[in-house]
C-alpha cells in the first residue's frame, strides 16, 4: 500500500509517502522525501529505515504528518502563543540568543552551546516530543528565556519549568509563557502538572499561586536547603 500526502508548512508544500513496502520507502528516502511506513499486518515489518510508524492510515492525520515533517526538515513545533510572545521548540541557530547568567548550572549550558543544543533537539524533542521551548517576544523575533516540562515522575505528573531571562523579568513573560504550557498539556497528554520551587523564590511563588498552585508538601535536602512542591488546586 502506497500513500502521498502534501503538507504544506510556513508556505512550503512537503511530500510525505506512506507506505508498508520495503522498496517504495528506500526510494522515496533517497529521492530526499519524509516518509512514514505503516506496520500492516505483518508482525514484524522490515521498516528499519522509516522512524516514524504507524499502525493504520487514520493515525497519519495532517498534524502527525506535519510533526514528522517538521522532525526530519529541523523545522521547531510551534507549542502555542500569546499576543506577546511565541512558544516553540528551540532551535540550533537559538544558541546566540540564549543570555547567560549567574545562577546558571550546568543543564542550562545546554542552551548556549550549540553542539549540546543541537543534540538536545534530537534527542528530547526526538524522543520524548516534550521539553524546555524557547520563549520568543514576538515583535522582535528574539529568545526572552525557556518554558516548559523537564521530566515526568514514576505517577506520570509532568513538571513545570520557567526561565525568564533577567532583562525581561517583571514584565509578564512568565505567566504567559506558563500558562501556554498548562494548556499545551491539557490537550496533548491531560495529565497532572506539579512544580518545584526554592522557599527563598518569592516571585515564582506569587506566579505559581497566580496560576491556580497551591504548596502541597514542604521539603529539606540534606544540607538544609528548603523548596516546595506546588501541585494544582
Request: proline share 4%.
Given at each position: 500500500?502506497?500513500?502521498?500526502?502534501?503538507?504544506?508548512?510556513?508556505?512550503?508544500?512537503?511530500?510525505?509517502?506512506?507506505?508498508?513496502?520495503?522498496?517504495?520507502?528506500?526510494?522515496?528516502?533517497?529521492?530526499?522525501?519524509?516518509?512514514?511506513?505503516?506496520?500492516?499486518?505483518?508482525?514484524?515489518?522490515?521498516?528499519?529505515?522509516?522512524?516514524?510508524?504507524?499502525?493504520?492510515?487514520?493515525?497519519?492525520?495532517?498534524?502527525?504528518?506535519?510533526?514528522?515533517?517538521?522532525?526530519?526538515?529541523?523545522?521547531?513545533?510551534?507549542?502555542?502563543?500569546?499576543?506577546?510572545?511565541?512558544l516553540r521548540e528551540f532551535t540550533c541557530e537559538d544558541a546566540d540568543q540564549v543570555l547567560q547568567e549567574p545562577e546558571d548550572q550546568d543543564a542550562d549550558r545546554v542552551f548556549y552551546e550549540p553542539d549540546r543544543l543541537s543534540a538536545y533537539i534530537e534527542s528530547q524533542y526526538g524522543l520524548f516530543e516534550y521539553g524546555l521551548w524557547a520563549v520568543v517576544e514576538k515583535e522582535r523575533g528574539k529568545v526572552i528565556g525557556k518554558a516548559g516540562i523537564t521530566r515526568v515522575d514514576s505517577q506520570g505528573k509532568m513538571e513545570l519549568a520557567?526561565?525568564?531571562?533577567?532583562?525581561?523579568?517583571?514584565?509578564?513573560?512568565?505567566?504567559?509563557?506558563?500558562?501556554?504550557?498548562?494548556?499545551?498539556?491539557?490537550?496533548?497528554?491531560?495529565?497532572p502538572v506539579y512544580a518545584v520551587l526554592e522557599a527563598e523564590n518569592n516571585a515564582s511563588r506569587t506566579l505559581l499561586e497566580k496560576l491556580g498552585f497551591a504548596v502541597m508538601e514542604q521539603k529539606c535536602s540534606e544540607s538544609g536547603h528548603r523548596y516546595y512542591l506546588y501541585e494544582p488546586c
Amino acid at each position: 500500500m502506497v500513500l502521498e500526502q502534501e503538507i504544506i508548512i510556513e508556505g512550503i508544500p512537503y511530500s510525505v509517502v506512506i507506505s508498508d513496502e520495503v522498496e517504495t520507502l528506500l526510494a522515496a528516502k533517497a529521492a530526499g522525501r519524509v516518509i512514514v511506513g505503516m506496520a500492516g499486518k505483518e508482525e514484524n515489518p522490515p521498516l528499519s529505515m522509516a522512524r516514524y510508524l504507524v499502525e493504520s492510515l487514520e493515525a497519519a492525520d495532517n498534524l502527525y504528518l506535519e510533526r514528522v515533517v517538521r522532525r526530519q526538515a529541523h523545522l521547531p513545533w510551534v507549542i502555542g502563543e500569546s499576543r506577546r510572545i511565541l512558544l516553540r521548540e528551540f532551535t540550533c541557530e537559538d544558541a546566540d540568543q540564549v543570555l547567560q547568567e549567574p545562577e546558571d548550572q550546568d543543564a542550562d549550558r545546554v542552551f548556549y552551546e550549540p553542539d549540546r543544543l543541537s543534540a538536545y533537539i534530537e534527542s528530547q524533542y526526538g524522543l520524548f516530543e516534550y521539553g524546555l521551548w524557547a520563549v520568543v517576544e514576538k515583535e522582535r523575533g528574539k529568545v526572552i528565556g525557556k518554558a516548559g516540562i523537564t521530566r515526568v515522575d514514576s505517577q506520570g505528573k509532568m513538571e513545570l519549568a520557567y526561565h525568564i531571562f533577567r532583562p525581561y523579568r517583571r514584565q509578564g513573560y512568565g505567566e504567559e509563557a506558563c500558562r501556554i504550557v498548562l494548556q499545551y498539556v491539557k490537550e496533548a497528554y491531560d495529565c497532572p502538572v506539579y512544580a518545584v520551587l526554592e522557599a527563598e523564590n518569592n516571585a515564582s511563588r506569587t506566579l505559581l499561586e497566580k496560576l491556580g498552585f497551591a504548596v502541597m508538601e514542604q521539603k529539606c535536602s540534606e544540607s538544609g536547603h528548603r523548596y516546595y512542591l506546588y501541585e494544582p488546586c
